[in-house]
Nanobody, 119 residues
């Protein structure tokens, strides 16, 4: 059974930091592209960051220079370090696993963790 479990969300002040974690099971973690997405009230889910099996990374323009995605294959865990947080970063953050096998795409999602940035 595939399972992605996020943790680390919470309430922080503008300018503060949080580190999100996503622990994966039921997948061959090292061959999956892993990602973080977020969804704010009234908005569509959007890409935040991705990291491939070869550790190539990609970031949304809105978080470049502030967020860092990383992975620890030995722990089957992907992280999102969030610094200099802004109120507009407030959203539910979702972990994602993504891979192709025999022309079929396999995508899995975590349950989400709430991040609130407010004074």
């Amino acid at each position: 059974q595939v399972q992605l479990v996020e943790s680390g969300g919470g309430l922080v002040q503008p300018g503060g930091s949080l580190r999100l974690s996503c622990a994966a099971s039921g997948i061959i973690f090292s061959i999956n592209t892993m990602g973080w997405y977020r969804q704010a009230p009234g908005k569509q889910r959007e890409l935040v960051a991705t990291i491939t099996s070869s550790r190539s990374t990609n970031y949304a323009d809105s978080v470049k220079g502030r967020f860092t995605i990383s992975r620890d294959n030995a722990k089957n865990t992907v992280y999102l370090q969030m610094n200099s947080l802004k109120p507009e970063d407030t959203a539910v953050y979702y972990c994602n696993a993504d891979r192709w096998y025999q022309n079929i795409r396999y995508i899995h999602w975590g349950q989400g963790t709430q991040v609130t940035v407010s004074s």
